[in-house]
């Protein structure tokens, strides 16, 4: 079966790791087709949300976006909106709940999103 919309990103945490969570469809069947096309670029982007979401250390790979894209709301609470570069065009865009340790991916696709061109 496929994941869908508020299913897990297996497999599940163990320990002090964060949880992933699928937000939308299209990042569901899009994580589906970063892991076909780029599995080795897909695990290290999985390890890095999985341990520390909210790193800094890399900001060409991993970064908070800003401007009007900065947060989103999801389920009535908005939320900080963070990219994560896969492949030179592969992006997965996602929203942090600290509270809850949870990352929710909002985008997963080999293409660049249309919302950042300029």
Not at 14 to 34: C, I, Q, S
Not at 82 to 101: I, Q, S
């Amino acid at each position: 079966m496929s994941p869908k919309r508020g299913d897990d990103v297996p497999p599940p945490p163990v320990g002090d790791e964060w949880r992933l969570r699928f937000a939308t469809n299209e990042a569901a069947k899009g994580w589906g087709d970063l892991c076909a096309e780029a599995p080795g670029n897909t695990r290290r982007c999985f390890e890095a949300l999985r341990t520390d979401p909210l790193s800094a250390s890399d900001p060409d790979r991993q970064h908070r976006l800003r401007g009007r894209l900065s947060t989103r709301v999801l389920g009535g609470d908005e939320l900080p909106q963070w990219e994560y570069e896969v492949t030179a065009g592969g992006r997965v865009r996602y929203l942090v709940d600290e509270p809850g340790r949870t990352v929710h991916l909002v985008y997963a696709s080999s293409r660049h999103p249309k919302d950042t061109d300029s």
